[in-house]
């Protein structure tokens, strides 16, 4: 009778080289995660900076409306501006204080105060500090639409300018803008 050969165990190179695959497969497959996951965080800092950038348009408006409305809220002719972010919060020249903001807000893009733009002694407007690169450029409402082309933040100045009016040869603007809501006063109904 001739032996039958017997069956054979895989040998030791075989084994290692079954797990230098694996680890190879095993590293690969890292390495495409890792670059996935470097994609994701790009994408979502994109995001966040364009939900910033909405953020800072939004909150520029309601400072650029509060000074609006500090201004035509102004008892009799001589029509001013407020002197300090604290008068547009709370405006102690009526018998019941009014608020024209509701508090002071802080850049959104820096996380510090709005640098203040001001005529003289008055608050005319605010803007960031930020020298960032802007991601909107374009397709700004109609309030925004002078912030077309600017490439920083710091170019975006949420500016009030109150009408010129008595010039000769022209017609004075009316007292109130289209804009202008009433005041609301601090602690009772409006």
């Not at 408006?61 to 001589?78: K, M, V």
């Not at 009526?94 to 003289?120: E, K, M, Q, S």
């Amino acid at each position: 009778m001739i032996p039958l050969p017997l069956p054979t165990k895989p040998t030791r190179p075989t084994k290692r080289r079954a797990r230098g695959i694996v680890l190879l497969a095993l590293l690969l497959t890292l390495a495409l995660m890792a670059v996935a996951l470097m994609g994701a965080v790009e994408v979502w800092s994109l995001e966040r900076q364009r939900e910033t950038e909405a953020e800072l348009l939004y909150v520029g408006d309601q400072y650029r409306l509060a000074i609006e409305h500090y201004y035509y809220a102004t008892p009799g002719a001589g029509k001013t501006l407020p002197n300090s972010i604290d008068d547009l919060i709370e405006d102690q020249r009526f018998p019941v204080p009014v608020r024209h903001l509701r508090r002071a807000y802080a850049d959104p893009v820096t996380g510090a105060a709005f640098d203040l733009l001001r005529n003289g002694e008055q608050i005319s407007g605010v803007v960031s500090s930020s020298t960032k690169s802007t991601i909107k450029r374009s397709g700004f409402s109609h309030a925004d639409s002078a912030f077309e082309g600017f490439e920083t933040y710091n170019q975006w100045r949420f500016l009030f300018s109150p009408p010129v009016s008595g010039r000769a040869g022209r017609r004075s603007q009316s007292p109130q803008s289209p804009s202008f809501r009433p005041p609301v006063a601090i602690g009772g109904k409006s």
